[in-house]
Structures are given as C-alpha cells and as structure tokens.
C-alpha cells in the first residue's frame, strides 16, 4: 500500500515538475521536418546552415533536415502526401504537381506571409507566378533561375578543333567530328527520363515556336501535330548517329554519370539545366574552369525564336503543408533558406536565386542571366507545366522514342490520347 501511495506521489511530482518547467520558457520541444532535394555540395550544406541559424534563432524549435535525391523524391512525397504525413516544408516545380496539392487542399496559403512587411517584393515576379493559383501563392522560390542549355567541355573542343555551333545543322556536324575523334558526342543519362525530353522540348520550340505546345495543353491544337512528330524524328536522328553512349537509357543523372563523361573529356556536350554549372563546381572544381554552354541553337526553317528557354525562374519552390503544426515557424524557416545569408552562399556556388537586387560577377553567370531578360518565352519542363498523369505519359514516351520502342507517330499518338481523356476533349 505505501509502495503504490509512493508511486503516486512520484507521479504527481512529476507532472507538477513538467507544469513548472513549461511555466518558465521550457516547453517541449517543437519539430519541424524539411525535406528538399538538394543532395551534392555545397547546395546541401547551404540548406543546413539556414536550418542551425534558424534554430540558434529559435530556442525549443528543432529542425529535421532530410537531403533526398530527385526521382526518389518525387516518389516519396507523393506517397506522402497520399497518407496524409507529408513533412512540414518541403519542395516542387510549381506548375502541374503542386497545384494538384493545392487543389486537395494539402498546401498553405502564403500570400498573407508574402505579404507581410512586404516579402513579396524580395522576389522577382516571374519567379513567383510558377507557384500562383487563383490570385494566391504556395510556393517560395529559392534555389535558383534554371535553363537547360548545351554544356561542353572547352578542352575538348578544342582538342577536336570545334567551335560553337549557331545552327542545327552545324550542331549535327560537331557530333559527327566529335564521333569521328573517339569522343562521345553527347553525354545524357536517360533512366529516369527527364534528361531526354529537353532534346524533345527543345525541338519541339525551334520547329513551331511556344504556341505548338500551348495549343495542345489548351486543346485548340493537338499532340499528334506534325512538330511533335518532326521533333521526335529529329531523336531518333541523333540516335542513329552514334550521338548519345551506350545505354544511355539505364544510365542516371543523379549519381552523376553522364557528368562524369563529360568532367573526364570522354563527351563533349550534354544538354542539361544550368544547375550544372553549380553541380560542377561541387563535384570537379577543376573541370567547372573548363566548361562553357552555349543555347540550343536555330532550326532552319523553324518556326522558334532562338532566345526561347526550356526552363524554370525560380527552381526550387518550398511549400509548407496545410497540417503542418508549426505553420508560422515552417515560413520562418523558409525565410532563413533564402536569406542574405543563404542568397550568397548560393551565388557563391554558382546559382542565381529569383531575388531582386543580386550582383553577379561570374561571367557565366552573367550570361545565364541575360539569357532570362532576353528570352521571349520561357517555358517550364512539360513534365512540371503538365498535370502528373500527363507528365508521366510525356516522359514515358519520350524515353520509349530514345530507345526506338515506340516511333514519333506512336508516342504522339499516346500523348494525345491520354491529353483527350484528361481533360476530356
């Protein structure tokens, strides 16, 4: 009996002590789960920092940060999202997949944090409309203003005594002479098979221009127009030249091995976003002397305008999930991700976060830029700007006309068929 009574007052002792402690500022401790993508230095040890500043910050506030690489994560969080446990920020693409999310009611509502104290003018606005839906923002842009350009090694072209193609058809005779010199034309890493389709964006622009695509999205044009099909001729023409490694189709781009043929000089291009550049300088600071890009260049008898981008101005976008417990906490946190701080750490790195008011002083850099307020149009990655369902589908088939498993008619044909019964028309 005085063994349980004893118990008792231990237990009420206890409970009274936890009651004090919470009294004085000792609270239990709030988490907050980030996860983002950015998995190769120093992109990943920016991101850390943010998260210990944050926290050194904010006493009782504890920040899980989990680095996960592209295509798992694209699974992971939406099989998160589906059991209703997504973490408390994470990231997108804006477009497609996140207003899918918005629509089920699973993103917050940023606009009155934007708004406060005038956030919003920290960003520039293009960079912000990619996450805009119905009036309202769901997304902060932070990582970096993103175009797929060729990038090749200078050694190497060098060495081959080539220049920088500003046609097509010069392009076609680079990969012939490179072929010719034992190189690799083209580096491309296809498993997870959004390398591949900025061959197929692209062409698809320089043959019939931006309305192309936007005529079959909006359903007053189709995806089996000739220009999807010429485009996907023009692959198959690539690959028929020798232009790509072998197996190019199980090779993947996150663990770097298209990167690598090109860091070593044993390729001599690869189209790719110009997050290489700052992949590059992470990985082979050497190499990343050594390289240069140029844009994809003008088909002739193209319908394109040459200073289109296949591209992003404001890669990547940070949400914060409408269950989140700590919502104002998790958007004081994506503050510190794009902070001064942070915003040179990343320029540092070789990125160009979508803020106002940056000094770029890497030629590079420069030129990317300028590529941004020159370009006519920039279009997001299909497989982004698209719905999921129909994005899968684009890349899908695209992958299937690299590897000659369906023909451009073919994979036009199950674009559109899946675009009619999405959206109905």
Same mark, same amino acid.
């Given at each position: @009996?005085?063994?349980?009574?004893?118990?008792?007052?231990?237990?009420?002792?206890?409970?009274?002590?936890?009651?004090?402690?919470?009294? #004085?500022?000792?609270?239990?401790?709030?988490?907050?789960?980030?996860?983002?993508?950015?998995?190769?230095?120093?992109?990943?040890?920016?991101?850390?920092?943010?998260?210990?500043?944050?926290?050194? $910050?904010?006493?009782?506030?504890?920040?899980?940060?989990?680095?996960?690489?592209?295509?798992?994560?694209?699974?992971?969080? =939406?099989?998160?999202?589906?059991?209703?446990?997504?973490?408390?920020?994470?990231?997108?693409?804006?477009?497609?997949?996140?207003?899918?999310?918005?629509?089920?009611?699973?993103? /917050? !509502?940023?606009?009155?944090?934007?708004?406060?104290?005038?956030? #919003?003018?920290?960003?520039?606005?293009?960079?912000?409309?990619?996450?805009?839906?119905?009036?309202?923002?769901?997304? #902060?842009?932070?990582?970096?203003?993103?175009?797929?350009?060729?990038?090749?090694?200078?050694?190497?072209?060098? !060495?081959?005594?080539?220049?920088?193609?500003?046609?097509?058809?010069?392009?076609?005779?680079?990969?012939? =002479?490179?072929?010719? =010199?034992?190189?690799?034309? #083209?580096? /491309?890493?296809?498993?997870?098979?959004?390398?591949?389709?900025?061959?197929?964006?692209?062409?698809?622009?320089? /043959?019939?221009?931006?309305?192309?695509?936007?005529?079959?999205?909006?359903?007053?044009?189709?995806?089996?127009?000739?220009?999807?099909?010429?485009?996907?001729?023009?692959?198959?023409?690539?690959?028929? @030249?020798?232009?790509?490694?072998?197996?190019?189709?199980?090779? $993947?781009?996150?663990?770097?091995?298209?990167? @690598?043929?090109?860091?070593?000089?044993?390729?001599? @291009?690869?189209?790719?976003?110009?997050?290489?550049?700052?992949?590059?300088?992470?990985?082979?600071?050497?190499?990343?002397?050594?390289? !240069?890009?140029?844009?994809?260049?003008?088909?002739?008898?193209?319908?394109?305008?040459?200073?289109?981008?296949?591209?992003?101005?404001? $890669?990547?976008?940070?949400?914060?999930?409408?269950?989140?417990?700590?919502?104002?906490?998790?958007?004081?946190?994506?503050?510190?991700?794009?902070?001064?701080?942070?915003?040179?750490?990343?320029?540092?790195?070789?990125?160009?976060?979508?803020?106002?008011?940056?000094? /770029?002083?890497?030629?590079?850099?420069?030129?990317?830029?300028?590529?941004?307020?020159?370009?006519?149009?920039?279009?997001?990655?299909?497989?982004?700007?698209?719905?999921?369902?129909?994005?899968?589908?684009?890349?899908?088939?695209?992958?299937?006309?690299?590897?000659?498993?369906?023909?451009?008619?073919?994979?036009?044909?199950?674009?559109?068929?899946?675009?009619?019964?999405?959206?109905?028309?």
């Amino acid at each position: @009996m005085l063994k349980r009574v004893s118990l008792i007052l231990v237990g009420v002792l206890m409970a009274s002590l936890i009651v004090g402690l919470e009294s #004085i500022g000792f609270a239990a401790e709030k988490k907050i789960v980030l996860w983002h993508i950015q998995t190769t230095e120093p992109a990943t040890s920016i991101i850390a920092d943010s998260a210990a500043r944050f926290e050194k $910050d904010h006493p009782g506030v504890k920040v899980e940060v989990v680095p996960i690489q592209n295509d798992p994560y694209k699974v992971k969080i =939406k099989v998160a999202m589906g059991a209703g446990t997504p973490p408390d920020v994470w990231i997108s693409w804006g477009g497609g997949p996140l207003e899918q999310y918005v629509r089920a009611g699973q993103v /917050l !509502d940023l606009t009155p944090y934007l708004k406060k104290d005038n956030w #919003i003018n920290r960003f520039i606005p293009a960079g912000l409309d990619l996450a805009k839906f119905n009036g309202k923002y769901y997304g #902060i842009p932070v990582e970096n203003m993103s175009a797929a350009f060729i990038w090749y090694n200078k050694k190497t072209f060098n !060495d081959v005594g080539v220049g920088v193609p500003q046609t097509y058809d010069e392009l076609l005779q680079i990969v012939k =002479k490179l072929k010719s =010199k034992g190189v690799i034309p #083209i580096s /491309l890493a296809n498993k997870t098979k959004w390398p591949g389709s900025m061959w197929y964006m692209y062409l698809v622009d320089r /043959l019939g221009s931006e309305t192309v695509f936007e005529n079959a999205v909006n359903r007053t044009g189709s995806f089996e127009d000739p220009v999807f099909i010429k485009a996907g001729e023009e692959i198959r023409r690539l690959v028929g @030249m020798g232009a790509f490694p072998p197996g190019f189709n199980g090779m $993947d781009w996150d663990t770097g091995q298209s990167r @690598m043929l090109l860091y070593t000089g044993k390729a001599g @291009m690869e189209l790719m976003g110009s997050w290489l550049y700052a992949t590059a300088q992470g990985e082979a600071p050497q190499f990343a002397k050594n390289i !240069d890009f140029f844009p994809f260049p003008v088909l002739t008898h193209g319908k394109g305008d040459p200073t289109n981008l296949i591209g992003t101005p404001g $890669d990547n976008y940070y949400s914060v999930s409408a269950v989140s417990k700590y919502k104002d906490e998790a958007v004081e946190l994506i503050k510190y991700i794009i902070d001064d701080t942070a915003v040179e750490k990343r320029l540092a790195a070789g990125r160009i976060p979508p803020v106002k008011g940056i000094k /770029l002083t890497d030629p590079i850099l420069q030129r990317v830029h300028s590529a941004f307020a020159k370009a006519h149009h920039v279009q997001l990655w299909y497989d982004q700007y698209l719905p999921p369902e129909l994005g899968e589908v684009h890349k899908d088939t695209c992958q299937a006309i690299f590897g000659g498993a369906m023909t451009p008619e073919q994979a036009a044909k199950e674009m559109e068929k899946a675009a009619g019964k999405f959206w109905g028309k």
